[in-house]
């Protein structure tokens, strides 16, 4: 038996008429990333960033050039005024860079320093080995059956295309 199993029975003594079952699966997921998220934040403390801040940068990074603010927005799914009072700390931390976009010379962009750039090299692979710890009971077909599975649902939830 597990947190949500429990958290299950207390439901089904207070509320017996309401069929819980689809927290199998959304509360465990919620649950699971829950718990990576907390392990992630302790791993930027110390780092001057949060894990929403590392998710930011990691989205530039992946990008591999430089993203308009709306861009960002839409890559990390954090509202727009959360973004910017991210990007304003992480200029000052020296991580990212604001520019205006050279095509237009209207928008602003902004870019990874080289700084912010060590700093995603250092703390992501820690994070993906932390997502893949947490997978290691599965076998390598369950992991992708799962990963497959999660992505039906996800295309349902998610309205962004990328």
Not at 55 to 61: E, I, K, S
Not at 67 to 95: C, H, Q, W
Not at 114 to 123: I, Q, S, T
């Amino acid at each position: 038996m597990d947190y949500i199993d429990r958290v299950r029975a207390q439901w089904a003594e207070r509320l017996p008429d309401v069929d819980t079952s689809p927290a199998e699966v959304g509360a465990r997921v919620r649950r699971v990333a829950a718990l990576l998220d907390l392990a992630t934040e302790a791993d930027v403390t110390g780092r001057d960033v949060t894990r929403a801040e590392l998710d930011l940068l990691t989205a530039l990074r992946r990008a591999g050039r430089p993203l308009r603010a709306g861009e960002v927005t839409t890559m990390t799914g954090a509202p727009g005024a959360s973004i910017t009072k991210r990007l304003d700390r992480l200029a000052r931390a020296g991580l990212v860079e604001r520019t205006v976009a050279e095509r237009d010379r209207r928008g602003v962009v902004v870019a990874l320093t080289a700084a912010g750039e060590e700093l995603v090299d250092e703390l992501f692979p820690r994070q993906v080995d932390r997502e893949r710890a947490a997978l290691v009971d599965l076998s390598e077909a369950e992991r992708a059956e799962l990963g497959r599975l999660l992505a039906v649902v996800l295309r349902r939830l998610d309205p962004v295309d990328y």
